[in-house]
């Protein structure tokens, strides 16, 4: 899952006698190294592509570029654009063609004016790659630096990394601000509404964040993975359901309300629990019974 190795370095506040010593742990995660190497694979492929099209074969309608630095500066933006600077060697010639051409219109002839054209061109040579500048930049690939006050004897380096792996990140609350309640945009003007719209909607974020923390922590603590969580795959269990899929396990609840035309008698009938629901008001710490108080019948109103 993770390689790398630790130091310990002592630090101190500036203009303070207050320091401590913190280890670092400098880690490397194969898995985000291959992604890292797939992704400068596939910008490499299409910088190779767009150098390429830059001199085009001739043709029509194919426009050919005859001025050195325009096409040097096109292949800096080229590399520059795909972040493959110092990776690629592009190299390319200059032939130049000379045609003879009768001046003027008409047949030619012997004795007739002539002129010279001159044609430069600058095809490219297959572009070569610099696997040792390629190879380099790929071991910088999955590298990640973490660091901690705790000591070896209380938290291992493998409990360290695994700590931060499964650690909450902040970044998440702010995601479902933005795509889950959609906090942005506010179509209110005063500084009052918009105070009151942005507490109400952080409070749904913090309802959200709660439930998912209480249910993952009680299947964690009974050691569980549960079925039911991903529709697309109705056997896979998982012990980390997100608090989207565990609202989305009630989405198919419906309450009916049967009334009688002298609306002196009204019968309520609510979806029954399923298997999954029920497990999940348990885990929660809400039990059924809150469940069930939601049909009620009322007699002779």
């Not at 742990?25 to 694979?41: K, Y």
């Not at 999955?142 to 070896?152: E, L, N």
Request: proline share 5%; net charge positive.
């Amino acid at each position: 899952m993770a390689e790398g190795y630790e130091c310990e370095r002592t630090c101190c506040m500036p203009d303070s006698d207050v320091a401590w010593c913190e280890r670092v742990l400098v880690v490397r995660s194969p898995r985000q190294a291959a992604h890292q190497d797939a992704g400068l694979e596939k910008r490499l492929c299409h910088a190779e592509a767009h150098l390429t099209a830059l001199t085009p074969p001739r043709g029509r309608g194919k426009r050919q570029r005859t001025d050195e630095a325009t096409r040097v500066a096109a292949m800096d933006r080229v590399l520059t654009a795909h972040r493959v600077d110092g990776l690629l060697r592009v190299t390319w010639e200059k032939p130049v063609e000379q045609p003879t051409h009768d001046v003027g219109r008409g047949r030619g002839s012997v004795s007739r004016e002539k002129c010279v054209i001159q044609n430069i061109r600058y095809p490219m040579p297959p572009i070569a790659r610099q696997e040792d500048a390629i190879t380099s930049r790929s071991q910088r690939f999955g590298w990640k630096a973490f660091v901690t006050k705790a000591g070896q004897p209380r938290r291992s380096w493998q409990a360290a990394v695994l700590g931060y792996r499964n650690a909450y990140r902040v970044e998440r609350l702010f995601n479902r601000l933005k795509s889950r309640v959609h906090i942005a945009p506010l179509f209110v003007k005063l500084n009052e509404h918009i105070e009151g719209l942005t507490s109400l909607l952080t409070l749904g974020v913090r309802v959200v964040t709660v439930t998912e923390f209480v249910r993952r922590r009680s299947l964690e603590t009974a050691q569980a993975r549960r079925p039911g969580f991903h529709p697309e795959h109705k056997h896979k269990r998982t012990d980390k359901p997100t608090a989207e899929r565990i609202l989305q396990a009630f989405a198919g609840i419906s309450l009916t309300i049967i009334q009688h035309a002298a609306g002196e008698d009204m019968l309520r009938r609510l979806t029954p629990l399923s298997g999954v629901q029920e497990d999940i008001l348990q885990r929660l710490g809400l039990g059924t019974a809150l469940y069930g108080q939601l049909e009620i019948q009322i007699m002779g109103t």
